[in-house]
């Protein structure tokens, strides 16, 4: 079995930052990708950004996309998020996930594990 514990969130003014840490733990098993969705209150799950396990090359939402910065630490085993000036509308539960096998990096159904998701809130 894989656990991701996804950390670091929080209640922050606009303008400020915030960075999440997931840590995976348990099973060696072949990493594709790991990514960082989000849910905002009454919405569906969205994507916010990906990083390839092997040589790191990245994916962002445009609604993200030069604010927010995915990297990782194989080391570590840890997937970070680093937000910086947050808008009330990044305001959600931010959940890290973990992508086994080549496909979609934008699906959540394409994932095959998920942490249990961190509240980030964004005060005006």
């Known amino acids: 079995q894989v656990q991701l514990v996804d950390s670091g969130g929080g209640l922050v003014q606009a303008g400020g930052s915030l960075r999440l840490s997931c840590a995976a733990s348990?099973?060696?098993?072949?990493?594709?990708?790991m990514g960082w969705f989000r849910q905002p209150p009454g919405k569906e799950r969205e994507f916010v950004a990906a990083i390839m396990w092997n040589g790191g090359s990245t994916l962002y939402a445009d609604s993200v996309k030069g604010r927010f910065t995915i990297s990782r630490d194989n080391a570590k085993n840890t997937v970070y998020l680093q937000m910086n000036s947050l808008k009330p509308e990044d305001t959600a539960v931010y959940y890290c996930?973990?992508?086994?096998?080549?496909?979609?990096?934008?699906?959540?159904?394409?994932?095959?594990?998920w942490g249990q998701g961190t509240q980030v809130t964004v005060s005006s």
């Open positions: 996930a973990l992508k086994t096998r080549v496909g979609v990096l934008l699906l959540p159904y394409e994932y095959d594990y």
């Open positions: 348990g099973r060696t098993l072949t990493r594709y990708a």
